[in-house]
């Protein structure tokens, strides 16, 4: 009679001569070795490696064939489009991290000064100006006859010079002193509010616009660079798609809009990877502007050579449609995206 083996894993029972369990599929033989802890761990990263390394020379170096062959149906020797781009864009967003922690602690500290500045009058520039308009009226007086104006006209124009001189009213658009001092003695927040001018008809999002602008002055806006850069990914999940749009109407009947969206993911990955390029060349070498200028104009011969490739277009339209594309994406989508960041961040800060 066969003996039996209970399955560690599920706890059900099978015959001893299998070496893996027929309900689960663990190894039978459950021997935790230095070699069994890393021989399967090392294995898959090298087939991962394998793919990747394969998909990242042709997607820098044959733009646009990438995203054919995957849409041609040559997909296992190459990683799927999302799973490259979130992996390029989780290693571009943990480089630009180092930059960005360093761009916060200085806007931070300017931040912070500003804050705790008093806003004060230069009496000298105000006697300065005073001065002028007086010599201004003068003139205006001296020489009446010529310039035509009436006693009427000149006696407005020094009621209205005069209004300027007086000392300007400066005010804030809330109650600082008044502010600060419930922040000291750590006020309820309704009284922060109203000292900040909410009022008490206020909706959902005046009330937590006023909330926002509330923990920014208390927080003298650190952290703010972080906030942002952190919105970031949630900007390019919604840039993507819109980038795929314009694929869309440039080559209606070339490709379905999953096959545009393809294009994109491995378009935007290889704008992460260049941009991964670029930030730790910086680190070692400082690179002059007119680098920068080409590599950022690269990006366009980069997309005018990719629709050529993907599309089978020639080259006279790819470069038509690679220029119009990109201007309708940086002079319109980009600054969308770019106030879309900054409410965001700021509502979420």
Sequence with gaps: MSS??????????????????????????????FGVLFSNTIENYFSIDARFFRSFGTLMLKPGVLARRFVDGKRLKYLHPAQFYLFISVVFFFIGSFNVRKADNEVSQALEKGFDSEFTIDSLQLQKDSLNLDLAKKTLKDNQALTGISDEELSKIDSLISVEQEAPNVSFTFQRKTLDSLIAIDAPLESKLKAMGM?????????????QMLKFYEQKGGGIINTLYDTIPIAMFFMLPLFAFLLKIFYWRRATFAHHMVFSFYFFTFLFTSFCLLILTNTLVDLPIWIEVLFFFSFVVYLLLALRNFYKSGWIGAF??????????????????VFGIIVVSFMLY
Excluded: H
């Design 4 to 33: 039996t083996n209970q399955c560690k894993n599920c706890e059900k029972s099978f015959d001893d001569s299998f070496e893996y369990c027929p309900y689960c599929g663990q190894e039978a033989a459950d021997n935790l070795t």
């Design 199 to 211: 009022g008490e008809d206020a909706g959902a999002f005046e009330r937590r616009f006023f909330e």
């Design 320 to 337: 038509f449609k690679a220029s119009i594309i990109s201007f309708l994406y940086m002079i319109f989508i980009v600054p969308i995206a």
